[in-house]
């Protein structure tokens, strides 16, 4: 049997069950747009090759999580932080319609008071503490990545809801991180 630091293990954990979450729970409580085969193979192909990746790196190369220092537990917690945002974002969004309602409604409250997407904010602090919690490129490379494709999309969101609700929509909300983007 091959010794892996545990806290490698707990990082390996911690993204299994975000999988999970994003994979199984989130598309069965919420009702999704319909989407593409292209996009969802290109999801497939980007997860197995990342998931691989990522933990290759947690499985064979990780001998420095076996002592972890104070940058692991900094990561380890914006990781946290990041889920807790990501998931409570979500349930937000997920409570503004009743049964088949299809209306478009104004998220309010926490930091939907500052950015239109705080899920992608979420997720984007969460994969940064991956990153800093397991030093792995995978890791970086999958933080910056998650900002590359979310900050587009967050000011998309935020130019349909400027159209979408001209003067009802506060106009310093931003569109992923608070006060700047």
Excluded at 61 to 71: A, E, Q
Excluded at 79 to 88: E, K, P, Q
């Amino acid at each position: 049997v091959t010794y892996r630091p545990l806290f490698a293990c707990l990082l390996a954990s911690l993204w299994t069950l975000h999988y999970l979450h994003r994979a199984i729970l989130y598309p069965c409580l919420r009702s999704m747009s319909p989407s593409t085969l292209p996009v969802v193979l290109s999801a497939i192909l980007f997860n197995t090759i990342n998931g691989s990746l990522a933990g290759y790196e947690l499985g064979a190369l990780s001998p420095h999580l076996k002592h972890p220092g104070p940058g692991c537990y900094a990561g380890l917690s914006l990781f946290l932080l990041g889920a807790a945002l990501n998931v409570s974002a979500d349930n937000t969004l997920r409570k503004l319609r009743k049964g088949n309602d299809k209306s478009h409604y104004t998220p309010r409250g926490g930091l939907f008071e500052y950015v239109v997407c705080p899920h992608y904010l979420g997720e984007c602090i969460e994969w940064s503490g991956f990153a800093l919690a397991s030093g792995t490129y995978s890791g970086a490379a999958f933080a910056w990545w998650t900002f590359a494709n979310l900050q587009p999309r967050s000011l998309s969101h935020l130019h349909w809801y400027r159209s979408k609700f001209k003067e009802d929509f506060p106009s310093n909300r931003k569109a992923l991180i608070p006060f700047l983007i």
